[in-house]
């Protein structure tokens, strides 16, 4: 699971510069859901071989009616949501009431957090950090987040506790979830059908949930077998929540959702047709798509739509959805059952090309034969010359081409490139990757 940081503070402290500044660096990947958060914004970082979620919140002015009151509700489910909480403070405008409110909150929510005193450039940080021992909830940690300054190293210090020692990677084994079979997440806005769906894939089938010590913010897995295959469906939609856990957090959770799509193999994103895609299903589509993973979408609601209605999503989908046409696409009911059935052709379609082994000689005889039809062009009288690839990783599978000068290569000869690998080896439901290097 990715650890959730959550940037809270007064307005204006600096929390959407530094939530850029986080985000930037994976193509400002950002999940601003209107409608449904608000004002808490979700995007996703990486340091090195970590990522991690960012919530973004408006703030917290201490003066807490109308509109500052639903803006201090949406800080307070960030920090819930939230493993690690950075509270920022403004060195310029030393200690504020509201930062003494916000102090007290924290103390008493016991989260992980961080007292980080921005806006230090230009002033000595001692100087505008010595209010801020007062609040008593540790050393402040001094940033400037415009320039970027303390920021990696506040970064390296917040995700030290989660950077994954090798061995770990062998706990997957023996993970009860990790069982060999296919983990389908089933991820959409609220009220789409997902809960629909998940019972209408489980069938009458009795399913046994693991007695997982999930808070609201987790999602349930949930092993079955259908055909004598075996899958594990991911549902963020808490269909078959236990009881007695209390849904403190909405039910519709933008971090389980991500969280989901990170854990799965397959993602079958639900789409209502009756609304058609909107924003929201585009950024969830963006994060699958940036995530890696495998996808089938699955309109649904597709019963009772004239067929005026029908032409009309299909041709937005046609627009709206190029980004993801690697994807299966399926018209369903979840409601009646029609069609889903069919899903399960597309998820498997979709995991065995995210899954494929190709050997070294195959890509490289792949790649000979591509170049053959078609050579890079030359820069600087040179001729980019593309020599071997090799398979750098799977779900999703990563291509990697060997040669020299691999840095001038235009973009529309790796699109070339890219197409006729994905038309040769047949790929299709995955996105795929190519990384190029130069020398051996
Ligand atoms: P938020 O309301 O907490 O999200 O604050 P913003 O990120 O919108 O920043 C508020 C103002 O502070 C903007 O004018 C920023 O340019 C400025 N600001 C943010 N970070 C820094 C910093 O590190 N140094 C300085 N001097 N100004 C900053
Ligand atoms: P979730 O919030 O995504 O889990 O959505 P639900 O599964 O709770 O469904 C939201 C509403 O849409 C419910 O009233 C469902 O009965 C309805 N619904 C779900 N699937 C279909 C469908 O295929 N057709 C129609 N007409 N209604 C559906």
Known sequence: MLPVIALVGRPNVGKSTLFNRLTRSRDALVADLPGLTRDRKYGEGRLEEQSYIVIDTGGITGDETGIDHAMAQQSL???????????????????????????????????????VVNKTDGIDPDV?????YRLGIGNPIPIAASHGRGVLSLMEDVLAPYARPEEDADAETTDPRRDGSIRIAIVGRPNVGKSTLVNRMLGEDRVVVFDQAGTTRDSIYIPYERDEKKYTLIDTAGVRRRKHI?????KFSIVKTLQAIRDANVVVMVIDAREGVTEQDLHLLGFVVDAGRALVIALNKWDGMTSEQKDKVREQIRRRLEFAEFARMHFISALHGTAVGDLYGSVHE???AAMAKWSTNKLTRLLEDVVADHQPPSVNNH??????????????????????????????????????????????????????????
């Open 77 to 115: 489910i960030a920090v819930e949501e939230a493993d690690i909480v950075l509270f920022i403070v403004d060195g310029r405008a030393g200690l504020n009431p509201a930062d003494e409110m916000i102090a007290n909150h924290l103390r008493r929510s016991g989260k992980h957090h961080y007292l």
């Open 128 to 132: 505008a950090m010595a209010d801020f």
């Open 246 to 250: 209390t849904e403190a957090v909405e």
């Open 350 to 352: 979709a995991y065995d």
């Open 383 to 440: 001729r980019i010359k593309l020599r071997y690839a090799h398979q750098g990783g799977s779900n999703p599978p990563i291509i990697v081409v060997h040669g020299n000068q691999t840095d001038a290569l235009p973009n529309s000869y790796k699109r070339y490139l890219e197409n006729r690998f994905i038309k040769v080896l047949k790929i299709r439901g995955t996105p795929i990757r190519f990384e190029f290097k130069t020398g051996d």
